[in-house]
């Protein structure tokens, strides 16, 4: 059983676990479905993730780059995220078109009712096929005879019905932003036949900096700016390859970001006793099961805490699409936009930010809104699209490549408007 101080409630241990992975290139996998020869004419698509990314830093900093993909293809508004906002439910929940509940990856830190615990900084446990339910889209690209190649996207190291993406990485943040992208390119542009059709992108950077200094901060906007070097990279090297007319490049994040301050913290041990819960997380989104079994009386002690809605696991809003998975805690909540929870014994060791900033609020929180622009031989250009879910990114992506989707959440029909 574990204490509630014993997981990693805040990204800063997390932080220090992934320093000292080592990337390794992990060679082409022979694991094609029999038969399937990889079809040579067809459009290619690169998904790229910028952690974090809020829908207003678009305008707000003007990223060079990135406002000139968006001119030449499509924007939307914002994407809508899945609950729960943060990073491994959403970016799992991008490439199945799966709800969280439904994929199987219901939070960052998970505890399987069988005992088992899945923590995202556990590099060994992120690999183990276990936790991955549903269908990633390189699977499904793999199955259907299209190379793919992740250069980080969470689930991509794990073999997920016995497929890998042709090329993937285990993760290591230090790798450089220009290191990533020149690796895809060439991925994009060999011509024997591993070229890859589908290819994954991932930066950590801007979440990083807004959780450290705040959404608005110098160091976010430097971020933003380092990444969007990153995908003008990309888009000219694309071109350079002569590769304009055939590779779509779609870029998304997996939530936004709320600035946080030292006012806005609830200090549980006020309301309750901590050690009663078994805790997965906490703040901003909680997930807890009471240790003595009695989930009525802790869902009154925890009615009680200022700033927090708790539900109990089946009964969590319907919007949130959040239900019906073991998984999920026997007590779920959320703090209000902007607020954080701990104990007084955590925040002792981590006092509270002056600035700072968190995700993992309601999906309807603005702040929470993420970014969708994409542009290529697909996309209409110029065009500025309604906010639609992220669990439609699937279908689209296997409508461009021209694949059979798996069953899943979302519908083509909601987003075919951002084709041409
Ligand atoms: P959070 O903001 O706490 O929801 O999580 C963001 C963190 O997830 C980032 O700081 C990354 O370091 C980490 N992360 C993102 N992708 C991966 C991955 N594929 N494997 C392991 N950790 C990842
Ligand atoms: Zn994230
Ligand atoms: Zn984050």
Known sequence: MLGIMSIPVNRFAVRA?????????VGACARHAAGAAAPSGGQSVVIVSIDGFRADYLDTMDPPHLRALAAAGVRARWLQPAMPTLTFPNHYTIVTGLYPAHHGIVNNHIADPDGAWFHYNDSLEVRESRWWEGEPIWVTAERQGLRTGAFFWVGSEAAIEGVRPTFYKHYDER?????RVDTVLAWLARAD??????????FSAVDHAAHDSGPGSPDARGAVMGVDSAIGRLVGGIAALGLADRVNVIVVSDHGMAPTNAQRVVVLDDYLDPSAFEVASISPFLALRPKNGNVPAALAALRRVPHLAVFPRDSTPERWHYRGNPRIADIVGVLDEGWVAGTREYFARRPPRAHGGEHGYDENAPSMRALFVAAGPAFRRGALAAPFGNVHL????????GLTPAPNDGSLDSVRTLLR
Do not use: E, N, S
């Open 17 to 25: 676990a992934v320093i000292g992975v080592t990337t390794l290139t």
């Open 175 to 179: 790798v450089p932003g220009a290191a």
């Open 193 to 202: 036949t591993l070229r890859v059709r589908l290819a994954l992108l991932y």
């Open 394 to 401: 699937y279908d689209l992506v296997c409508a461009i490549l």
